[in-house]
């Protein structure tokens, strides 16, 4: 009898969205290797081709119809894959979204918890107790400060940003992974936590430990955070190397 644990992620994923179905199972992935575990990933699309807030409105809308459909299948997470989209609904709103998707999945009758990579990037941050953080982001700069506003709002202050500026959706997907170790460069390291990517959607993964062991300082990223909070929500150890301080398992 096989008594390996097994793990339904659902995932709820913007429609032009190429980097959270790779990076996140990248990251459970790399647990099976040395836990006894098995991720499978169901994705539920929410059409959205333009990061612009009008469109991220109108996607965020559709989430409710990706939970109930993730549902069917009894997922036992749920994770929503767009910052942005969150944190443009107004302050606090990650927690309005997840109760909301947790009570459509509950009321038809497979409940699961919900995980928002808005939220997550707050409670990783505040998990690895910062205060003060330097972020990169692919958006236009309004889009950008509405996330500065979010994070602020949440007790933790953003001191220095970069903006990429683009606004094509598939554009930001297609960056280079590596990218973030030169662009962040350019950002104050004299901070508690750096972000190297506030977008589930920047590829950034295999930039995350080089930076962080550059600069002497967790780093982070929102699918690493969104990482976090899945394993947290599965009742798991937080323990995957390589992918920086937050996966140590310390936190």
Do not use: W
């Not at 589930?200 to 993964?205: E, F, G």
Request: charged share 20%; proline share 6%; with cysteine.
């Amino acid at each position: 009898m096989n008594n390996t644990p097994h793990f339904r992620v659902g995932l709820i994923v913007p429609s032009s969205n190429t980097t959270m179905e790779t990076e996140i199972p990248a990251i459970l992935h790399a647990r099976e290797v040395i836990n006894p575990e098995r991720f499978t990933f169901h994705s539920s699309r929410m059409r959205m081709k333009t990061v612009t807030k009008a469109e991220l409105a109108a996607m965020d809308a559709d989430s409710d119809r990706c939970a109930l459909e993730l549902s069917d299948a009894a997922v036992d997470v749920l994770g929503y894959a767009c910052l942005v989209a969150i944190m443009s609904m107004g302050q606090g709103y990650h927690r309005i979204s997840e109760k909301r998707l947790h009570l459509r999945t509950a009321e038809n009758g497979h409940p699961a918890p919900v995980v928002t990579s808005a939220g997550a990037l707050v409670d990783g941050l505040h998990a690895l107790g910062a205060k003060r953080i330097s972020i990169l982001t692919p958006y236009m700069k309004p889009l950008t400060q509405l996330v500065i506003d979010y994070i602020e709002n949440e007790g933790i202050e953003v001191i220095d940003s970069i903006s990429l500026e683009i606004p094509d959706n598939l554009a930001v997907g297609r960056q280079d992974p590596l990218a973030p170790v030169e662009i962040t460069k350019r950002l104050n390291s004299n901070v508690d936590v750096m972000v190297a990517s506030a977008c589930v959607q920047m590829p950034s993964l295999p930039s995350v430990a080089l930076i962080e062991d550059r600069v002497g300082i967790p780093v982070i990223s929102s699918s690493v955070a969104t990482t976090y909070m899945i394993l947290k929500q599965l009742g798991l150890n937080t323990y995957v190397p390589r992918f920086g301080s937050l996966l140590s398992g310390k936190y």
